[in-house]
């Protein structure tokens, strides 16, 4: 019901844009988070946004370089990567929560209802 996709290899400072298009779910509803596995990390949170737009949520290290947005008539977030370090490099998911607030948005893994699969980027020189 969740798909990321678009990642891929760049440079560091490169961009990419991640998106995550969600089906069989009314986005409207959803609050979004996307998250990151760095190879023999745990996972990370890294940005989330309420199902309205009106609150995002950064994680300090990408904070300043990522932007998150959603089209809920595309049933898509995406997520602005620019700036990219070699530090960025992980798979990314991301997270949907059911709710009934249009502010809420959740930095917990354990909060999130669906995931989808990961979508691999890799930032080197």
């Known amino acids: 019901q969740l798909q990321a996709f678009g990642g891929g290899s760049v440079q560091p400072g490169g961009s990419l844009r991640l998106s995550c298009a969600v089906s069989?779910?009314?986005?409207?509803?959803?609050?979004i988070g996307w998250y990151r596995q760095a190879p023999g990390k745990e996972r990370e949170w890294v940005s989330s946004?309420?199902?309205?737009?009106?609150?995002?949520n950064y994680a300090d290290s990408v904070k300043g370089r990522f932007s998150i947005s959603r089209d809920n008539a595309k049933n898509t977030v995406y997520l602005q990567m620019n700036g990219l370090k070699p530090e960025d490099t992980a798979v990314y998911y991301c997270?949907?929560?059911?709710?009934?607030?249009?502010?809420?948005?959740?930095?917990?893994?354990?909060?999130?209802?669906?995931w989808g699969q990961g979508t691999q980027v890799t930032v080197s020189s």
């Open positions: 946004i309420s199902s309205s737009s009106r609150l995002t």
């Open positions: 069989g779910l009314s986005l409207d509803y959803y609050a």
């Open positions: 997270a949907a929560k059911i709710v009934r607030s249009v502010y809420y948005t959740s930095t917990k893994e354990d909060d999130y209802d669906y």
